[in-house]
């Protein structure tokens, strides 16, 4: 089956660290950049970050610049996101992305991070 | 408040076609392809139209998109009850050095 399956979300206090994965399945994943886009309940879509194939590329949003890092590792056919300095306001279902502007974008499912004390 | 205007709200009966507008600048829609989202409740974001105006496998025809200047817009026909969603557009932005969604349309067939 074709897909990517984000683990690691859970409940974290301000200030705090979380590691996001995403794993890759039935799909071809170091041929295509990929990103993190993450979704507060009840709001729309933002983007967080992106890495090319080779992870020599990495862009991020300016709210996290400095404190998240995107990192994948294509022998394990996986994507990370290192999430340091916790804020409330990055509580959102966080979802990772194939190509997401191409015929090739696959999305996995979302993982929920909840930064509260 | 995003760099993309998107109207909060569209609604349309069945049948008719209906248009969501995407509002950029020269950073991002004028010099970038613009790419459509539809969300269904509780899912995961669904790639609707990339590149402008490029359908992919399996989305229905009666999506279309075009752009001009610094607008983009998705337009739905024959509209069904299953259409009723968000949408949201992305680009690319230049001048932020980042991809950018709309603020997104919440569409409802009445």
């Known amino acids: 089956e074709v897909q990517l399956v984000e683990s690691g979300g859970g409940l974290v206090q301000p200030g705090g660290s979380l590691r996001l994965s995403c794993a890759a399945s039935g799909l071809t994943f170091n041929n295509y950049w990929m990103h993190w886009v993450r979704q507060a309940p009840g709001k729309g879509l933002e983007w967080v970050a992106n890495i090319n194939q080779d992870g020599s590329e990495k862009y991020y949003v300016d709210s996290v610049k400095g404190r998240f890092t995107i990192s994948r590792d294509n022998a394990k056919n996986s994507l990370y996101l290192q999430m340091d300095s916790l804020r409330a306001e990055d509580s959102a279902f966080y979802y990772c992305?194939?190509?997401?502007?191409?015929?090739?974008?696959?999305w996995g499912q979302g993982t929920l991070v909840t930064v509260s004390s | 408040q995003s760099v993309l205007t998107q109207p909060p709200s569209a609604s349309g009966t069945p049948g008719q076609r209906v248009t969501i507008s995407c509002s950029g600048s020269s950073s991002n829609i004028e010099s970038n392809t613009v790419h459509w989202y539809q969300q269904l409740p509780g899912t995961a974001p669904k790639l609707l139209i990339y590149?402008?105006?490029q359908r992919p496998s399996g989305v229905p025809d009666r999506f279309s998109g075009s752009k001009s200047g610094t607008s983009a817009s998705l337009a739905i026909s024959g509209l069904h009850s299953e259409d009723e969603a968000d949408y949201y557009c992305l680009t690319w932005d230049g001048s932020l050095n980042g991809l950018v969604f709309g603020g997104g349309t919440r569409l409802t067939v009445l």
């Open positions: 590149s402008n105006n």
């Open positions: 992305a194939r190509a997401i502007g191409a015929a090739t974008s696959i």
